[in-house]
């Protein structure tokens, strides 16, 4: 059973494991670019969670540990989690940005219509690969760091200050990673059906 859309063929289960393809060209140009747009919303939104909730964990575990010792570091080390929380957001941005890019395909496309549709799918896909794992690698940055702050503060109260700008810069870094993604689908766009 087949049914068209557009330039795209969607196959049953049962008809695509028949498919022998020769090369992963093959099998990979047979994607839609809308797949791997969606994909790449996915990604982004996806790692960018659960970097954040990796840290949050990290993070929150040293915070709750500490605190027994030191019950006045609970109230200024929530810093921490916002933290934390901010790369789940930045994730988020990005998928609303890249869900605007995606448009209602027409139903035939001419060739170079079906190459920017492709372009754009790539540019997409890999924008969010880029967004999702800085933020991923973010949000455990700023877990570690984190837990080290909470940890230092229960010991030294001086510290804390100084181990929370090196918090702020690591929190940077998924906010360079949401840059560099909204850079990478700068001349990224779908054909329209009202084209």
Sequence with gaps: Q??????????????????????????????????WA???????????IVGAAWGIFITGASLLGASVKAP???????ISVIFCEAVAIYGLI??????????????????SQLAQATFSG?????AGVSVGVSNFACGICVGVTGSGCALADAQTPETFVKVLIIEIFGSALGLFGLIVGIIQ???????????
Aim: no cysteine; aromatic share 16%; net charge positive.
């Design 2 to 35: 087949r049914r068209v859309h557009g330039e795209y063929i969607f196959f049953d289960q049962l008809e695509l494991m028949s498919t022998n393809y020769t090369s992963y060209s093959q099998l990979f140009g047979d994607i839609s670019p809308y797949a």
């Design 38 to 48: 969606n994909m790449g919303i996915a990604l982004s939104l996806g790692l960018s």
């Design 72 to 78: 006045r570091i609970r109230s200024k080390n929530l």
């Design 94 to 111: 990005f998928a609303i940005i890249l869900s605007g890019r995606l448009q209602t395909p027409p139903m035939t496309m001419s060739p």
């Design 122 to 126: 790539y540019s997409l896909f890999w």
């Design 185 to 195: 689908i700068g001349s990224a766009y779908f054909p329209s059906a009202k084209q």
